[in-house]
């Protein structure tokens, strides 16, 4: 069996502790060790640079410190095992590795998000940075393309994990594959074809290299810990950059035991936040950077926020967004059901588990069976959606509907007296034009499903209005720290300029997903990525 497993002792090398931490030595704090602060800490030691990477949370694989692993695999943490990705939910690494300190849902371990998800890896398509003035110039397509090379080139997802290039539990697949065929929809690879997202369908793209979860926790830290200028601080949460007006001096941290102290980065060094469009505001706000209220707030929970006069006014947490999830559940004439998930963890499905052991079959996939995209176009303004379908029971289909980008509704972010990150306003269906746009898609795929000859029934939400009312969070949160051109601190919307680095100070950078000025078409892990990558580069540009 194909593993990239790193050694413990490796890893052990890596880990700081409190006590350990070379403050002063630091050219760059990364804070957050998700996707976005892994890799922009390893393309940082790349160039040389002496890096400290900061996780609130612990790690998730045998390499970085797991030991709750396989009854049948000691290698292998039950997050790491593609085929219970479906299950993720009833782990019970779930709560372990959720944060609690967010209202909406978010990843509190190494890895962030991307260690908790259903691994769906959707290549973002031209006209998510092209179709609109929400990217600024220097962030569009041309622009990103060779960032978005540098990812795949080392994390590129797949549609075919199985080592026999076999496919596995198709039944879902067929049946609905044939719906769309019926409906004159097309089918592509949604990696190979990632700009095609009107009316077609695919086999679904899993974040999934060699049998195993990948993200860079296994694609890009590796290559980190061989540098003697890395080091990993888990269990150590930063509660706010410290300031002496413009320049950042360095970060408070809190320890596992609760201690604080400062970790000061090198005189000429840079701090770079990477804790995700949830947590990255709270920094801010403790920081003395965002609306005046939400610093007050900051300083009434405790917090050695910066004296007044050093606050900078910028609109951190206006603008929040996420895909809006409605759920469509059908029984269908296929001849499908869903894996027995207790039978995998307790090692008695000797089947499935014997072919895993030579890299194939139905544990080396994903949860789902099918992927489509389409769009529809609301008085000039062209929205998309994304349909994620997995088997629900026996021969029940569940239809994860994403209203994705193009949407034009908003929230705001805050936060509350007990450090916990809050959603003020609701992103979700703001606008009437989402509201007609989501309607109306949501109807047309009622009526395919209703149309005499389709084999289909609706199930649970029979009607579009109970459809509508099924919206649950996409938890693919952005924009609450936007990057663009207009300075808010000049009444602008934006926090970050197009460097990333935030207005008003001379050595503070953002690399999450809360810069992103709009949402991507579909799942938003391989896009977080791609900018995390293109962010890197233009933060190692500056002088």
């Known amino acids: 069996m194909r593993f990239s497993s790193l050694s413990l002792l490796a890893a052990a090398g890596t880990l700081a502790s409190a006590s350990n931490f070379k403050s002063g030595e630091y050219d760059y704090i990364v804070v957050g060790g998700g996707p976005s602060g892994i890799i922009t800490a390893e393309r940082f030691i790349e160039a040389g640079k002496r890096v400290l990477l900061l996780e609130q949370g612990s790690g998730p694989t045998v390499a970085t410190g797991a030991n709750e692993t396989l009854v049948w695999n000691h290698t292998l943490t039950d997050i790491d095992l593609p085929g219970l990705s479906a299950d993720v939910g009833a782990l019970p690494a779930w709560d372990e590795y959720l944060?609690?300190?967010?209202?909406?849902?978010?990843?509190?371990?190494?890895?962030?998000?991307?260690?908790?998800?259903?691994?769906?890896?959707?290549?973002?398509?031209?006209?998510?940075?092209d179709d609109n003035n929400n990217w600024p110039q220097g962030w569009k397509w041309k622009d990103l393309k060779p960032a978005a090379e540098r990812l795949y080139k080392r994390n590129p997802g797949t549609i075919l994990p199985s080592a026999d290039g076999k496919?596995?539990?198709?039944?879902?697949?067929?049946?609905?594959?044939?719906?769309?065929?019926?409906?004159?929809?097309?089918?592509?690879?949604?990696?190979?074809?990632?700009?095609e997202k009107y009316q077609v369908y695919s086999h679904p793209a899993w974040n999934i290299k060699d049998q195993v979860r990948a993200g860079p926790v296994r694609t890009y830290l590796p290559l980190a810990e061989k540098s003697k200028n890395f080091h990993l601080s888990l269990h150590t949460k930063v509660l706010r950059v410290v300031r002496s007006g413009s320049h950042i001096t360095g970060v408070e941290v809190q320890t596992a035991s609760g201690k604080t102290e400062i970790v000061s980065v090198a005189p000429h060094g840079r701090v770079v936040l990477a804790g995700g469009a949830l947590a990255t505001p709270r920094v801010l706000f403790n920081s003395g950077i965002g609306p005046k209220r939400q610093i007050e707030t900051a300083k009434k929970s405790g917090i050695n926020v910066p004296p007044e006069h050093e606050w900078i006014n910028l609109p951190v947490g206006?603008?929040?967004?996420?895909?809006?999830?409605?759920?469509?559940?059908?029984?269908?004439?296929?001849?499908?059901?869903?894996?027995?998930?207790?039978?995998?963890?307790?090692?008695?499905?000797?089947?499935?588990?014997?072919?895993?052991?030579?890299?194939?079959?139905?544990?080396?996939?994903g949860k789902h069976r099918l992927t489509f995209f389409s769009s529809n176009n609301i008085n000039g303004t062209t929205r998309y959606y994304?349909?994620?379908?997995?088997?629900?029971?026996?021969?029940?289909?569940?239809?994860?509907?994403?209203?994705?980008?193009?949407?034009?509704?908003?929230g705001v972010l805050g936060i509350n007296e007990n450090q916990t990150t809050v959603i003020e306003k609701s992103p979700y269906l703001q606008t009437a034009g989402d509201r007609v746009a989501a309607y109306q898609f949501i109807q047309s795929l009622v009526n395919d499903f209703n149309a005499p000859d389709s084999g289909f029934e609706l199930e649970t939400y029979l009607n579009t209005t109970a459809i509508m009312s099924s919206l649950s969070p996409g938890m693919h949160y952005t924009t609450t720290a936007k990057m663009g051109t207009d300075d808010g601190r000049e009444n602008g919307t934006s926090v970050v300029d197009v460097n990333t680095k935030v207005y008003g100070t001379d050595n503070l950078y953002i690399v999450d997903g809360s810069i992103h000025p709009d949402l991507p078409t579909g799942n938003i892990q391989a896009t977080i990525m791609v900018i995390a990558e293109a962010a890197a580069a233009r933060i190692l540009a500056q002088k």
């Open 386 to 410: 994304q349909g994620s379908c997995a088997p629900e029971s026996d021969a029940v289909l569940d239809i994860t509907t994403y209203m994705t980008h193009g949407l034009t509704s908003s």
């Open 318 to 365: 206006v603008g929040l967004k996420d895909h809006p999830i409605f759920t469509i559940m059908a029984q269908t004439p296929g001849n499908f059901g869903i894996p027995d998930y207790e039978s995998i963890v307790n090692g008695s499905d000797t089947k499935d588990i014997s072919l895993y052991g030579k890299g194939s079959g139905l544990l080396t996939q």
């Open 167 to 195: 496919r596995y539990d198709q039944g879902l697949y067929n049946v609905l594959s044939n719906f769309f065929k019926k409906l004159n929809w097309t089918s592509v690879d949604m990696i190979t074809q990632p700009n």
């Open 99 to 129: 944060c609690t300190d967010t209202e909406g849902y978010a990843g509190c371990v190494l890895g962030g998000g991307v260690t908790i998800n259903y691994m769906v890896f959707v290549h973002p398509p031209e006209h998510d940075f």
